[in-house]
């Protein structure tokens, strides 16, 4: 390549003054004056000096004007040639044909082709300045501008300039031809940098199939990523590559004095990161640990799509039996188990160690569930139930661990398939690492592996969870259990061990933080498996064999192996080593029965409660009694459908040990009102001062078949109780199948609520319920009271005495009362059979005339008894208002608004069962109360 110099500016010639043309005028002048002898003549003398002046101006001007040109077209043609300088050097840099690490890093196929079996291979050090092979041609037009002109300096300064930039290439690669080797001396960071760079290059060049990397005993994880079989041969601060006898060597140290002669280049590394080999200034090319991993898989999976298979997956079996994988001794003291086998031999897992948890993603039919079968049995196989235990989770229909439930050591499985009690057995989990925590505490242990020569406090626990995803998707309320796990799990004992298919975006940074050990088998999306492994390996894993992964411990390079299988007979060995252990603690109690005897609540002794259910609590490993205590909880509203238990609640109630008065109300409305008013009146007085507890059954049935007005005055009255009747030691206990309407405002004025099975989740969370505990097929008396799922005792219920309601008996044949009735002949029939003494005046149309002392009849003592039907009454409305004053007055069958309209008033008299024909008495004080004649 050759460049022009830029053309030098060019000026004309210095002006010079013309003498001849400025002499000749003044001698025209002197001779015409001596012929003339005129002095005008004298003029044309002049003439001369002026002329030289004025073409001497112009000459100047003409000059100015060619320099400011020449010097405006001279920077332009500077300004082209460094630009085609630059471009040039581009070229000449774009030439250049050695592989760097940086090139690995953007375009790893490029490698491909470079890849040979020997020869000597160049390599890029780093970038610096060297000679360039561009031609720089001066230019052979243009004058020279006088040196005293500062122009001429400046244009002089840029063409060397120029010159000197065309003969150096800077930021050029620094490339050397290595045979044996490289040595690099500096600080530990900055020589590890340029090592990687090296080897990253010479990975590159040298073919796998025929070149080999020998490494120091301790290398960095990245090395075992290339596709390159790697051998463990050479010493501390060495690295090469071999073929047969031809070696190629990369050597680093602290100082010249550590790398050994012989090398093909040495590179000494100032602090600042500068190098000069062979008096050539160099900025070494740096790659840090992560950058030299991510060139290492590029090249591995362009290794791979060329058809070079690493050494270590080639080396792999199809597949392998656990029992030849399967060491004769196992330290007792962690949980580490053979699962397979790697390039180097059996591979063992450990929990302890390698965890304390475990993450391992895989698609479907990668072998996940032989993994952990495998995994499952091989702890399993040297450690007693005392030792180790195994709580299975499968959410893939239940079937991934049924030949393991049956070890010894299985605390049990929860699957998919009844939600309910899923999870309440995964909820338990976070009581049981409480319990450890105390069981810690009590021993004066921070942790399980403080016991130290002790009995191990307690079985450590391994949680294996087959589709993850699927679990948390279903509970989304249990990523906090898991997390707390994940944090805590180390020291009290209890290791998660997670599989799903999908790991990326379902696995919490909080969990995942905590799962040290990493498996993938084959993935179909690369972020999967950088999810997972933290690199794309997985993602490349073919689909047979099957079995085939990559596990990471502690961020360290995945390692590939083939898992073991596993079979019937390894299980059966196991369970029959260990039949005859103790069988393993639960983490979790029983389910509540559907049916618990009243007699087997144990009361916890406190005063004023009655016991009258069982309470289940997961989250507390405990299934406690649970008491009713007025005082603290208020008025109960149970509520729940038909059928689901609301009587067995009361019967519960009435018929547990206690020192409470439970009274249970009649549930008929004559007998339901007296007792509500009786226990507004408080009648009857507390025994002793003892709390009264008031059940009412099917108080909305009850409302609901009430009179209008009878509805809202009953409703009143127990709103009233409700409120004021604790201050009096009376509570209620109510049950109801819905809560709407007039028992809106009631449920309200009670304390606490028990909701028995409801028809829907709507009408469950209706009530002010948790929607997420409905259960749509919870048995008879089980339901949900402050924030438990209970089970109500059962109880014999007591037959309930005939509840009479309160009247007052009539003596047909004494008394002063007049009689409103709707039959008032019968009624006067009936009256007259029971008191043939008696007078008795039907009211007549017409009156009784004006006066109403004339009314006054007796027959011996006992007055008449006046009667008539309602309309004749109220036509006698002064008459009925004269009587109602003095006597007593019988209402028969009259309605309600018949009563009301003839005593004018507002007051309700005591109900009637539904049917019966009412027989009312109103005394002249006011008072409304049934009434009876006696039965005979």
């Not at 180790?388 to 439930?405: E, P």
């Not at 009670?750 to 409905?774: K, Q, Y």
Request: negative net charge; hydrophobic residues 45%; proline residues 8%.
């Amino acid at each position: 390549m050759t460049v022009t110099a830029p053309r030098p500016p060019e000026l004309p010639p210095p002006h010079r003054l013309p003498i001849v043309a400025t002499i000749a005028p003044l001698v025209v002048s002197l001779v015409l004056f001596a012929v003339t002898r005129s002095p005008f003549t004298l003029v044309f003398a002049a003439l001369g000096p002026v002329v030289a002046v004025a073409s001497s101006v112009d000459a100047a001007l003409q000059r100015r004007r060619t320099l400011r040109r020449e010097t405006v077209r001279f920077e332009s043609d500077v300004t082209r040639v460094a630009v085609e300088i630059a471009a040039a050097h581009d070229r000449e840099r774009r030439a250049a044909t050695t592989v760097s690490a940086r090139d690995v890093l953007r375009r790893p196929a490029i490698a491909v082709p470079n890849w040979r079996t020997g020869g000597d291979i160049t390599v890029t050090l780093g970038a610096g300045a060297v000679p360039s092979e561009l031609r720089y041609e001066a230019s052979a037009a243009g004058s020279i501008l006088p040196a005293t002109l500062p122009l001429a300096v400046t244009a002089a300064e840029k063409l060397d300039e120029l010159r000197r930039t065309a003969s150096v290439l800077d930021n050029a690669p620094v490339e050397r031809r290595l045979m044996a080797g490289v040595g690099v001396a500096g600080g530990v960071l900055l020589t590890a940098s340029i090592v990687r760079s090296i080897v990253i290059q010479l990975a590159a060049a040298l073919s796998p199939r025929d070149w080999l990397i020998e490494v120091p005993p301790h290398p960095e994880e990245w090395l075992a990523l290339l596709p390159h079989d790697v051998v463990r041969v050479i010493g501390d601060n060495e690295l090469g590559f071999r073929q047969g006898a031809e070696r190629i060597r990369v050597v680093w140290g602290g100082a010249l004095t550590d790398i050994p002669i012989g090398l093909d280049v040495t590179l000494e590394v100032a602090a600042d990161g500068i190098a000069r080999p062979d008096g050539v200034v160099l900025r070494p090319d740096l790659l840090s640990r992560e950058e030299a991993t991510l060139a290492a898989e590029r090249l591995a999976h362009v290794a791979s799509g060329a058809g070079f298979t690493r050494v270590e997956g080639a080396g792999l079996p199809d597949a392998i039996e656990l029992r030849s994988v399967r060491g004769e001794t196992v330290s007792l003291a962690d949980l580490a188990a053979a699962v397979g086998v790697s390039a180097s031999g059996p591979l063992a897992l450990d929990l302890v160690t390698d965890g304390p948890h475990a993450i391992v993603g895989g698609t479907t039919g990668s072998g996940k569930s032989e993994l952990l079968l495998t995994w499952v049995l091989g702890i399993a196989a040297e450690r007693s139930p005392d030792t180790v235990n195994f709580l299975f989770v499968d959410f893939k229909g239940g079937a991934s661990f049924g030949a393991l439930v049956d070890l010894p050591h299985s605390v049990g499985v929860i699957t998919d398939l009844d939600a309910t009690q899923a999870h309440r057995a995964l909820v338990s989990l976070a009581a049981e690492l409480r319990r450890r925590e105390r069981d810690l505490a009590a021993r004066g242990l921070r942790g399980i592996d403080d016991a130290g020569d002790q009995p191990q406090p307690f079985p450590r626990l391994v949680v294996v969870v087959d589709e993850y995803a699927a679990l948390v998707e279903t509970f989304p309320a249990l990523h906090p259990v898991f997390a707390d796990i994940a944090a805590r799990g180390r020291s009290l004992g209890v290791h998660l061990i997670l599989c799903t298919q999908r790991p990326a975006g379902v696995v919490r940074d909080g969990i995942l933080a905590n799962c040290a050990l990493r498996i993938s088998l084959r993935v179909t999306s690369a972020a999967d498996s950088t999810a997972v492994l933290g690199t794309d390996v997985a993602a490349a894993l073919p689909a047979r064999p099957l079995g085939r992964a990559f596990v990471s411990a502690a961020g360290a390079v995945p390692v590939e192996f083939q898992i073991a299988r596993s079979d019937a007979a390894d299980v059966e060995n196991v369970t029959q080593r260990w039949r005859g252990s103790n069988p393993p603690r639960s983490p979790w109690l029983p389910p509540l029965g559907a049916w618990i005897p009243l007699e087997a609540l144990a009361p916890d002794g406190h005063a004023d409660a009655i016991p009258f259910a069982v309470a289940d609590r997961p989250a507390e490993q405990a299934q406690p009694t649970v008491e009713y205590r007025p005082r603290d909880h208020g008025s109960l509203l149970v509520v729940g459908s038909a059928g689901s238990g609301k009587s067995g609640v009361l019967a519960a109630l009435l018929t547990a040990p206690s020192s409470i008065d439970v009274v249970a109300l009649p549930t008929d409305l004559p007998a339901l009102w007296d007792g509500v008013n009786d226990a507004i009146a408080g009648h009857p007085e507390p025994r002793d001062g003892r709390q009264r507890v008031l059940l009412v059954d099917d108080l909305d049935s009850a409302l609901a078949n009430c009179d209008e007005a009878y509805q809202a005055a009953l409703t009143e009255r127990m709103a009233r109780l409700l409120r004021d009747g604790p201050s009096r030691g009376i509570w209620c206990v109510l049950t109801a199948q819905r809560v709407g309407g007039a028992l809106h405002g009631l449920s309200a004025l009670c304390g606490s609520l028990l909701v028995l099975r409801m028809p829907t989740r709507a009408e469950h969370a209706l009530i002010g319920a948790d929607a997420s505990e409905f259960v749509a097929d919870l048995p008879p008396g089980a339901g949900h009271w402050r924030g438990s799922r209970i089970q109500v005792a059962a109880a014999e219920r007591p037959v309930p005495a005939s509840a009479v309601p309160r009247s007052v008996r009539i003596d047909p044949a004494a008394g002063r009362f007049a009689v409103v009735s709707t039959h008032p002949e019968q009624f006067a029939a009936a009256l007259r059979a029971r008191a043939s003494g008696r007078r008795i005046v039907p009211l007549e149309p017409a009156g009784f005339g004006s006066r109403q002392d004339a009314l006054e009849v007796t027959v011996g003592d006992s007055p008449a008894i006046l009667i008539g039907d309602p309309d004749l009454w109220q036509s006698q409305w002064s008459l009925f208002g004269t009587l109602q004053r003095g006597s007593d007055i019988l209402f028969d069958g009259c309605s309600l608004t018949e009563l009301r309209t003839l005593l004018r008033s507002r007051e309700l008299p005591p109900p009637f069962a539904a049917g019966a024909r009412p027989l009312w008495l109103r005394t002249p004080d006011g008072t409304l109360s049934r009434a009876t004649f006696p039965a005979d």
